[in-house]
C-alpha cells in the first residue's frame, strides 16, 4: 500500500489477500506502471532477503496486472459511518487486473493489450536499459491472459520479466512520470518494436478472423 501510496493512486482497497491502486487523471498510465514496476522489484529484493534468513522458505512472491477501462469506484454502505462502508468498482479494469496477474508467475507484471498500447510508446518501459546486454527489446513476452472474453483484444497481453535496473531504474522511473518518452540509444530498437507489433496485430486479425469464421459455420450446422 504504502508503494501505491508513493505514486499518487487515487484509490486503495485490500480484498482478501491483493491489494488494489486505481489511478486517474494526469499521467494515470505512467503512475500505474511505475507502481507495478516498483512492487515487482520490490518482489524480488524481498524474497531474497527472506531466503537469506530462511533457505527453506517456501515459494513466495508478488504477481502484479495493470489493466485500463472506464470504472466507477464508490464506497457504500451506511451513511456518514466508514466503519460500515465497502468500496465497489463498476467497469473492467479490476477483474481484468486480478485475471492478469493470476496468470503470472510470481515477481512478475502482466498488462492487457491497451495497457502494453500504452508501454511501447515510451522507451523507458519497453526496451531495457544498456546494462548488462542492453538496450533490448527482451524485457517483454506475449503472453495471452486467459479467462477473458473470447475475441477481447484486451487478452492479447505483456507479461514484463525485468525489474528496475540498481543503476538505471531511478532515472527511468522518473523519466517516466516527467512525461519522457524516447531514448537516444533506442532509436534502431524502436523501429524493430513496431514491425514486430504490426506483424502482431496482422497475426491477430487472422485468428479474429478464423475464429468468426468458425462460429458461423457453428451456427449454420447448429
Known sequence: MRIFDEFDADFLAIQGDGAFGLFWGERRYERALCAGITIKTFSRDMVERLKKRWPDLPETGFKVGVASSRLLA???GTPRNPAQQEPVWAGKAVNYAAKAAQGADR???VVTGSIWDRVEKND???ISCPCGIGPSLGIWEDTEIERLPDGDPETQGRALTAAWCSVHGEEYCASVLEGRRHRGDADN???ALAASQMRNAIRLKAKNE???????RRGLVS
Open 189 to 191: 530498437l524502436r523501429k
Open 124 to 126: 523507458y518501459l519497453a
Open 210 to 216: 478464423r475464429s468468426a469464421l468458425l462460429a458461423r
Open 107 to 109: 515477481h512478475i507484471m
Open 74 to 76: 464508490k464506497k457504500i
